[in-house]
């Protein structure tokens, strides 16, 4: 019956419902943290010198250097955003670890969501003919 | 000496398996069941003199043998002579074959299948076995000598003189190098058009012993990485660590499938698609590992050479197999009932969230590659891109698999499933307490969720199944069940051991202490031991929780003569809620820099991949 | 109402059977194009330690170089307009700076037009003078790059590093690691019309 029916995609739609609830209330104010934004940024950051380390993680005098970069312009209430766009035009989009949202990258970013988005689709759309 | 009969071991294990493979064309003469089956044994055989060979080398540290010379060192503890054997390219590439060979053995002792297809099955994997010889030969010969009178060697790497990493390769290679059976299987099922309930179930054995070992081999690597490398991180989304989680995934979708789908026998078409997808991810991972075309922490010396001979491979494997799939797979007569949902749907479901997981991560893989082809700049496709694509995709997965195997396959009803409502929403509400009292964060609350969901789901599922039957009996019925538990437990032990990390930097002089909540470590001394082959500077911490002593922790520094590197070695005390991890750094006047990480639940990881590794075991015996 | 005749059966038929074959090659497909993409990539030795500059085909960043010899020289922008010029990035501490050291006095003898750049990055200045007094100085400005600001601005990671700036103030060409005859005479010559 239909009741049953909706009954049935409870266990899947409860916790998020919960969730979306929560994140209202607990959602927490970003705090002026030097130390950790200059880790939240390293990590995003490759070595240049390293093999495939991050700038976070590397020892290398590359490694330092940049960590001091960031550290001055976080100092001067530079945002995540402009520190790393400085780094790029330097030293390319290889710097980062996470893929720009520019033209050629859009494929990578969306693709997976697509093909997951279709096959469920798909699948819905056969269940109804069954 | 030893160098020419590990030669001469390689060069006959081809021309046995070259003898296999003709006399596999000429059947119906009398002899000619004997000699394939000698001509297997024989390759077996040599093959396995050939490794020893070039283990008795490296043992008695031989360094007229050119490979040798490069990576090993006579003041090497044996134990890492043994398995330095493997520590290298060359080395590594005769395990391979070693093993793919003896997967060929132990399945000629299969007694189920009939005899046509067994034969051909063998035949396909001395196919595959003899391309990788070849390879062998021709661009990484373990077996070259050294020009001239050399007294010592270029030692090994101080990084890979470590246990877990010593078990690592051949526990791996028995996972993915296993894929080459299943492939075979394939094959063979196909073109003699015989994926019947025999071939079923003989596919699901070797393919679920193969997933368990490849589980084990990967875990072992990210254990090793997590007590090696420097800040507790356990996975680092490098290309080399991805290239051998492809095959795990396409493995994992396909032991669902066949275990399953046994009794029913349907998605036969998919099945077998899976079986050749699994290897080929393997020859494709090798090929991103070995031709140097990647960065990465752990790449092999590399040489295009070699790229090229493994991408033409990787084509001519591939490319066949998927040829005689175009062409000889059929489709089951049965139909999938599909519903929403039972147990059909949410196999399909599972199938689709793996792939997908698995395609992104290829795709992530290789896309600098095809970026730079086209535009000449270099981009890099690391851990944000993985994290942010792969567990979302993941996540509809993880939910299903809570309820999944108490689902049925007729109707789309959850029996019992109040209770599994109930158990939802308590969930749910345990889940943001703890992270409301702790430190909330997004993902954090949906780990811990889906965690206990997944792990409440399974264990109300063995309640509800429950009936009177022995010990044995208890495991097998409820197999799918405890894995799930596994996983769930390992999805807090990521969760927890990500989200909620606490990191503390402090610069102590000896004596000194740092407070952490009730815990507090102290520096009590520092001292420097001489030990085989490396000079080891280690500080000793002792742990407190609340004023009584809980352990001794010991962060060290390792110098090693030889090869004049330096290693920071973490000081671990493990315990089941957590991890205390510390990392030595840098003396500075008379104090010393020092960085503490709390590790929570990091090893529920670990003890939810073993249930699953034991699970995957048992499901092998399942009828 | 259409009556639905064998005709129409027998095309969906056909037309289903042919999605199949095709989305039964898709895999097949798929390989051939990944693979022709590494082939390409593996035949064009790309090195993975060497990647490509972000500047080429970028203008010359602002530079406002101190003269080694001179403290109260600066070389800026304005100076090198419509010249051809080839900056080089060393420092007296860098070995493999001294092994491609005499390469620039002959790059100087071939193309007088050429103008070089010698940027001393991360030095002491007496360092950097012993070691040009004693190795030579082929470099037609040496200009002083103590912090490594210059090199930021380059992206320089790792010494040496050579630019190649054309008469329109682009990069049109970089080179990571001492610079060779062969490698002048095959990648930067014909750059040099």
């Known amino acids: 019956m239909k009741l049953n029916l909706y009954l049935n995609k409870l266990p899947l739609i409860l916790p998020i419902l919960i969730l979306c609830l929560s994140s209202a209330l607990f959602t927490k104010k970003a705090s002026a943290d030097i130390e950790g934004d200059l880790k939240k940024i390293s990590l995003k950051l490759r070595c240049m010198t390293c093999q495939n380390q991050t700038i976070y993680d590397s020892d290398s005098d590359f490694s330092k250097d940049i960590k001091n970069i960031i550290k001055e312009k976080l100092t001067n209430n530079e945002e995540e955003k402009e520190i790393i766009d400085f780094l790029i035009q330097r030293y390319g989009e290889y710097i980062i670890f996470e893929p720009q949202m520019n033209v050629k990258n859009i494929f990578l970013w969306y693709f997976p969501f697509i093909i997951l988005a279709l096959s469920l689709v798909f699948l819905i759309f056969r269940i109804k003919k069954n | ?131 990788f010889v070849l390879f062998v030969l021709f661009t990484s010969n373990p077996f070259l000598s050294t020009s001239i009178e050399i007294k010592e060697g270029l030692g090994l790497n101080p990084i890979l003189q470590d246990p877990a990493l010593a078990i690592h390769p051949p526990m791996l290679y028995t996972g993915y190098v296993g894929f080459s059976l299943v492939l075979s299987l394939a094959l063979a099922g196909l073109i003699l058009n015989k994926i019947d309930i025999k071939w079923i179930k003989t596919t699901k054995n070797w393919t679920l012993f193969c997933w368990s070992m490849l589980t084990g081999g990967i875990s072992l690597g990210s254990y090793w990485a997590y007590y090696e490398l420097g800040w507790g991180g356990w996975w680092f989304w490098d290309p080399v660590e991805n290239v051998s989680l492809m095959p795990w995934i396409a493995g994992l979708a396909l032991v669902h499938t066949l275990m399953i789908t046994q009794k029913e026998q349907l998605l036969k078409r998919w099945i077998v698609f899976l079986s050749i997808l699994c290897f080929s991810l393997s020859v494709f991972g090798t090929f991103l590992v070995r031709s140097g075309i990647l960065t990465s922490v ?104 809570s309820v999944a195997p108490a689902l049925s396959w007729q109707s789309n009803r959850l029996p019992k499933f109040k209770n599994y409502l109930i158990l939802f929403i308590l969930m749910s509400i345990l889940s943001s307490l703890i992270t409301y009292f702790t430190h909330f964060n997004v993902w954090g609350f949906i780990g811990i969720t889906l965690g206990l969901i997944v792990i409440g789901a399974s264990t109300l599922s063995i309640f509800h199944n429950y009936a009177k039957y022995n010990f044995k009996q208890f495991f097998l019925r409820n197999n799918a069940f405890i894995a799930h538990i596994g996983v769930g437990i390992a999805i807090l032990g990521v969760t927890c051991s990500s989200v909620f990390q606490t990191e503390h930097r402090r610069s102590l002089n000896i004596g000194e202490s740092i407070n952490i909540g009730k815990y507090s470590l102290r520096l009590e001394d520092t001292k420097i031991l001489e030990k085989n082959n490396y000079q080891e500077l280690l500080a000793y911490f002792s742990l407190y929780e609340n004023d009584e002593i809980l352990s001794k922790i010991k962060p060290s520094k390792r110098y090693y003569h030889v090869s004049k590197m330096i290693t920071t070695e973490a000081g671990i005390y493990h315990h089941w809620l957590q991890d205390f991890y510390i990392v030595l750094g840098n003396q500075k006047d008379n104090k010393w820099d020092i960085k503490i990480y709390q590790n929570p639940l990091i090893n529920f990881i670990w003890l939810g991949v073993m249930i699953m590794i034991l699970s995957g075991l048992i499901g092998i015996r399942k009828k | 109402m259409a009556r639905c005749n064998d005709n129409d059966i027998v095309w969906t038929y056909r037309n289903k059977k042919k999605m199949k074959k095709l989305l039964l090659s898709l895999p097949l497909i798929i390989i051939i194009l990944i693979s022709s993409f590494l082939l390409i990539y593996l035949l064009q030795k790309k090195d993975p330690n060497k990647p490509p500059s972000a500047l080429l085909n970028e203008n010359l960043p602002e530079i406002n170089l101190v003269n080694l010899f001179n403290e109260e020289e600066i070389l800026s922008n304005y100076n090198l307009k419509e010249k051809t010029i080839l900056i080089n990035f060393f420092a007296s501490w860098c070995a493999p700076c001294k092994v491609e050291h005499p390469l620039f006095f002959d790059i100087k003898k071939k193309h007088p037009n050429l103008y070089l750049i010698g940027i001393d990055h991360k030095d002491i200045k007496e360092d950097a003078l012993k070691y040009l007094n004693e190795e030579g100085n082929p470099y037609d400005y040496v200009g002083v790059d103590k912090k490594g600001s210059v090199g930021l601005d380059f992206g320089v990671f790792g010494l040496p590093e050579t630019f190649l700036v054309n008469s329109s103030g682009k990069i049109i060409y970089k080179y990571l690691g001492p610079l060779t005859k062969k490698v002048f005479k095959n990648e930067i010559k014909p750059l040099l019309k």
């Open chain 2, 1 to 131: 000496m030893i160098s020419l009969i590990g030669f001469g071991g390689l060069i006959f294990s081809l021309l046995c398996s070259i003898i296999l493979i003709f006399i596999f064309f000429i059947q119906n003469k009398k002899y000619s069941e004997t000699i394939f089956y000698y001509a297997l044994y024989g390759s077996v055989i040599s093959i396995i003199i050939s490794f020893l060979a070039l283990m008795f080398s490296y043992v008695s540290s031989d360094f007229s043998n050119y490979n040798v010379f490069q990576n090993s060192h006579s003041s090497k503890p044996l134990l890492y002579k043994i398995t330095g054997t493997w520590g290298n390219h060359e080395g590594s590439m005769l395990l391979w074959l070693l093993i793919m060979t003896f997967y060929n053995l132990f399945f000629s002792f299969n007694k189920k299948l009939d005899d046509d297809l067994k034969k051909l099955t063998i035949f396909f994997q001395s196919s595959l076995y003899t391309c």
């Open chain 2, 298 to 401: 752990h790449s092999f010396a590399a040489d295009s050479s070699r790229g090229i001979f493994i991408l033409i491979l990787f084509l001519v494997i591939t490319g066949f197999s998927f040829i005689i799939f175009i062409f000889k797979s059929t489709d089951s007569n049965k139909k999938l009932n599909l519903l929403f949902i039972n147990k059909s749907s949410a196999l399909i479901v599972n199938n689709i969230v793996m792939l997908v997981a698995c395609i992104t991560i290829l795709l992530g893989t290789i896309y600098p590659i095809i970026i730079e082809v086209i535009t000449n700049k270099r981009i890099s496709v690391g851990a944000p891109y993985f994290n942010m694509t792969v567990l979302p995709i993941l996540l509809p997965g993880f939910l299903l698999m």
